[in-house]
């Protein structure tokens, strides 16, 4: 209890001034702790200090966790949340990208009085193939669905890339467009995060396109799709990126055309 | 022994009602029996009866009952209705010793380590007779469900070959193929295992592949490497690999097998130390298997194992109907019905749950959170997990099972490194990933009791040595109490 105190103490008080402020936008590299805290399923703890100001973020809404085995590329904007559940400066939204190049100790802190969150069903989740939906209404007219990804890789994020998939197929579905283009983009513009050059390679932007057009070829037989590529590495301020910069770079356009 | 057992459970019966008294357990191909509607057969933990939707069926000419090929086995020969629909390892040693090893159960093509040994001697067969564990050559390289080459992203060579089936000029890697022993799955519940829940694989990252036949989703739930998409898929191996049929299975042959795997539920229906399973308010047994919608997720439905929530709480009354020992055993199964769910640990390093997909490794959760499916216990999504079963370092190293040393050639696996060493890749030999090496299809947990040993591999003896696998791989501390208790729960199912 004292060392949650003096924990939270810590984190409030006006250390330095890289001290986080609400809505500042962080990125750094680093390994991430897991705080066994338990408030039953899925509700540990990822926490990740900030190598450049020690500042200590919990990252654990992240849609896509750490591996406490692989160091993390964090990017997230400071919450105004309490850091009462895990003991670390909320991040909300949150991205952590597994490092697979880069090993990490494996530690587990103790719960040490943090309760971490009782599971709540993310607002992006998709539905049972049983439970009807309710057909999206017309006019419809060109379109575009994005799909995100985390650095480096091409897989589909559980209750997220396949929640947003998912609403492309619906509407898609719906509207029976004539065709649909599919072009993947990669972060290739590099960045420099906690003192590396962080650039994705071209040839995922490739990678990508191919993931989602496989994906929708089995979501609907028989529509055209056709798969392109961007690897200019241009953000956007699409609101399903969650006004994280980064994150938007590495994304799936699905056009549909008319 | 058997028939104490019979005797023991009959008296424990009570008002539940016993099916006509069970022929021979023992089904030999092509001796055109009816299969009745409803049939019970003893077992170790009381007894297991199987439902065949739509009434009794001959089995006369029946191709899944019929000898088809020329070593004299059917189907049937390893999916057992009185080892719910599996084979015990107990069963497959009766059979050597009632038939002298006679039995076309072990023909030398699968029914033995290797074909090349000498086929009279007990020891050549094993694998089968105290594990219950089959044959399984894989092609190398690796082809897809749809029967489509894929090069692999990894190497394979063989450090270990204790039966000869994975070296020589016939086997082996370097010959075109890799020898693997799995278990029989039980054929029944089948449209539980072939259900859809969700249009995504999670922990592939794609939509679900379509069934070339009739274009609906496949569910991704069959064979412990899902090699093969759907039944018609997997029935013509079967055929061409157990039954050594040198024709190609006819349209009618293939839609009378699909009919019977449709149609036939079974689970436990009697325990020998709680009485029914389906009485005082409990919903154990196949009719409620049979009634029930397939696919749906426990956790936001039925939870999985609720069938026992009534045994919660057995008011006084009623526990006046019942022994004490009864009333105990009932309470202690309702008991590992919640441990099952609610009993948290930390799953680390199971590819298929701690990597791709983004739980996080590790991932605070219960037995539930693989086995997610009511009514069945199997995975909604697509099944393949690498619980370590198979792989080292976390499976018991069997030196009468080969090894294999994978090398990844891009990107090393998450949790192994670049070099992993496994008595049975799994899904791997489907996909030719090594990132997916050692996931082996989740089963149906129905049944259980007349169907020892388990897991793919045979790796845990009875219940108990399920329980201990888990309580050692993820470090759980069950108390003695809650291992007896999942246990007891899992001798229900």
Redesign the interface.
Known sequence: MLRKLLATAALLAPVSAAAAQTGDLVQFIACPV?R?A?S?????C?LVDDPATGLRYDVSL?????????AVMVEGRVSGASPEACGGAVLDAVRTS?L?DTPCTRH?LPAEGYKGRRFVLPKRN?S???MVQPAPEGPFAERVFPIYF?WG??????QY??YL??QA?HWIAAAHPAKLVVTGYAATQPQPVSGRNMAEPAELAEQRAQ?IA???R??L?GMPVEARVDTSGNPTNDRDADNLPAQSARRVEIRALF | MRKKLLIATIGLLGSATLAAPAPDRWWSPGEGRVFPASLDYANAHGSLRLLLDGGAMKTKGHAFFEPLGKNGRACVTCHQPADAMSLSAATAAERWEKTGGKDPLFAAIDGSNCPALPQEKRESHSLLIERGLFRIQLPWPVRQWNGRPVTPDFTIEVLRDPNGCNSGAMHGPAAGNISVYRRARPVANMKYLLAVGFPFDPKQGVALPRDPDDGTMMSGNIMADNRAGNLRMQMEDAAHGHLEYARKLTTAQIAQIKDFEMRVFTAQQVSAKAGALDTLGAQGGPRKLQASQPGALGSIGIPVWSEFAAWEKINPEDAKTLSPEQLAFRQSVARGARVFREKMFLITDSAGINSRVGFGNPVRNSCVFCHNMSQMGNDVAPGQVDLGTTTMPFADPWRDLPLFRITCLKAPHPHYGRVILTMDPGYAMTTGRCADVGKITLQSMRGLAARAPYFSNGLAKDLRGIVDYYDRRYNIGYTEQEKQDLTNMMSAL
Do not use: V
């Open positions: 897991y066994d338990d039953g399923k899925k509700s540990g990822w992240s849609p896509h966790k750490p591996d406490w085995n692989f597994r697979y587990m998709i049972p193939t049983s985390e890789n091409d897989f589909l994020i559980y890339g396949d998939l998912e197929y993931t496989q994906s929708l089995r979501l037989p």
